[in-house]
């Protein structure tokens, strides 16, 4: 719930009590920490896979040279037509994507 609607930890702790199941809004952290990026993912391939049936679906690779952990490195993003990142990846040397 916390994912598909805009509510606090808390809230979520209270509907959760409502239904009998007694939590802590810690446990809800705890859960989107663990489980949230595994759901993002999978709601991102499905995404992914119903806008590639579009005919308006168009996506382009997007090249920037930026500092991670005081390194310069270039950093590769495949972004479609929403602003949407599909797939990124860093490369020490230009082109070896």
């Avoid at 809230?11 to 952290?29: K, M, Q, S």
């Avoid at 920490?33 to 997007?62: C, E, T």
């Avoid at 495949?78 to 860093?90: K, M, P, T």
Wanted: net charge positive; charged share 30%.
């Amino acid at each position: 719930m916390y994912v598909r609607f805009p509510l606090s930890l808390r809230n979520v702790e209270d509907l959760l009590f409502e239904r009998g199941i007694d939590i802590c809004h810690e446990t809800v952290r705890f859960w989107w920490n663990r489980f949230g990026p595994l759901f993002a993912a999978d709601i991102r391939r499905q995404r992914v896979s119903r806008m590639r049936g579009y005919r308006h679906w168009k996506w382009h690779l997007d090249e920037m040279y930026v500092k991670v952990n005081g390194e310069m490195v270039y950093l590769w993003r495949a972004v479609d037509h929403e602003g949407e990142v599909l797939e990124r990846a860093l490369s020490d040397q230009r082109g070896a994507c």
